[in-house]
């Protein structure tokens, strides 16, 4: 059985709430199953389009909750896998997505990785352009561990790149994970881009990295991943809901 989780994005200098990655999980009677394990299998055997559409549904649901419980403006991101975003029928299918589940189209965050891109560039590209052009954001997930970045990055309509966690770990002792994160900063400044810290667990990495300018993060120092019914406790801890 595949679940949805949500894990909270937050900006760090006030720790407040500024959207949620959907995580798929998937148990076989009663044991978790690694996403190392059953992502790529569901991308072989043609199911991953399936999880990003679980992914989109359960974010709709929560988005409208949200709504209900008087929070607009936070957005829901979903990993799309790099078949997927060559799919010549892509488009069309993220267009009846969200009109059967009335997201709008500001409040998808479609993630991809560095690695998908440079599978079949132009198609990726295109329909790139075109779920920005329906309003979505883009995000690049991984950021750094690909052979992308300085390629094609420039070239794409996208939003957000996520550092790798990688680079979080490193950081305090690796003078190339800091030199790496400086000029994602840069970059990302020059370009006009957010940039978030995957995997912040401790207070000292959270320090650190806000001295280097992040202000994005998402990781077990703010909140592990969460069902809903227990988004809204989590919230209402920080005075958020």
């Not at 000029?183 to 940039?195: C, F, P």
Request: charged share 20%; proline share 5%.
């Amino acid at each position: 059985e595949v679940n949805i989780v949500f894990q909270p994005l937050v900006a760090m200098a006030t720790e407040a709430c500024t959207g949620f990655e959907a995580l798929a999980r998937w148990s076989r009677n009663g044991t978790p199953i690694s996403p190392a394990q059953f992502i790529p299998l569901a991308e072989q055997v043609g199911l991953s389009l399936r999880i990003f559409e679980l992914g989109v549904r359960r974010s709709a649901q929560w988005t409208k909750k949200l709504q209900a419980s008087g929070r607009d403006g936070l957005y829901v991101s979903v990993n799309l896998a790099a078949c997927d975003l060559e799919r010549e029928d892509l488009v069309p299918f993220v267009v009846n997505l969200l009109g059967h589940t009335e997201m709008p189209p500001a409040q998808l965050q479609i993630e991809i990785t560095e690695q998908s891109l440079i599978r079949n560039y132009n198609v990726s590209e295109r329909n790139l352009r075109a779920l920005k052009n329906l309003g979505c954001r883009i995000a690049i997930d991984d950021f750094g561990t690909g052979y992308s970045s300085l390629s094609y990055i420039g070239r794409l309509p996208v939003d957000v790149l996520k550092l790798d966690r990688q680079f979080i770990t490193d950081t305090a002792d690796s003078p190339s994970s800091q030199a790496i994160v400086n000029l994602t900063l840069a970059l990302a400044q020059r370009l006009k881009l957010e940039v978030l810290a995957e995997g912040v667990e401790t207070a000292e990495q959270q320090a650190m990295l806000e001295g280097m300018g992040l202000k994005y993060a998402q990781g077990y120092k703010f909140s592990k991943p969460l069902p809903v019914n227990e988004l809204y406790a989590w919230m209402e801890r920080r005075g958020t809901s």
